[in-house]
């Protein structure tokens, strides 16, 4: 089993930042790509953001590339998702997943561990 918990949403303005973080337990955890998704209000979950174990592979949604930014902390349990110049669209609850094995994934059945997810808010 891993065990994923989310932190650092809130409610924030357009053009601001926030650090999600996601902390990962459990045996194997550390050895897991891992990823970052969102369920925007009334939309359907997708793919933000994942990284592979130990951090040299990572792959982006294209509404993300060059404002978000997603890491490993050094004991990989740690995995961070960096994001800048917030927009209102970016208004969803964010989830912490851990894949299968130690790739990183765009496709959600690709993990099989989930956090309870962090509710980011943009305002405009």
């Known amino acids: 089993q891993v065990q994923l918990v989310e932190s650092g949403g809130g409610l924030v303005q357009a053009g601001d930042s926030l650090r999600l973080s996601c902390a990962a337990s459990?045996?194997?955890?550390?050895?897991?790509?891992m990823g970052w998704f969102r369920r925007p209000p009334g939309k359907e979950r997708e793919f933000v953001a994942a990284i592979n174990w130990n951090g040299d592979s990572t792959v982006y949604a294209d509404f993300v590339k060059g404002r978000f930014t997603i890491s490993r902390g050094n004991a990989k349990n740690m995995v961070y998702l960096q994001m800048n110049t917030l927009k209102p669209e970016d208004t969803a609850v964010y989830y912490c997943?851990?894949?299968?094995?130690?790739?990183?994934?765009?496709?959600?059945?690709?993990?099989?561990?989930w956090g309870q997810g962090t509710q980011v808010t943009v305002s405009s």
């Open positions: 459990g045996r194997t955890s550390t050895n897991r790509g």
């Open positions: 997943a851990a894949a299968r094995d130690s790739y990183a994934y765009r496709m959600m059945s690709r993990y099989n561990y």
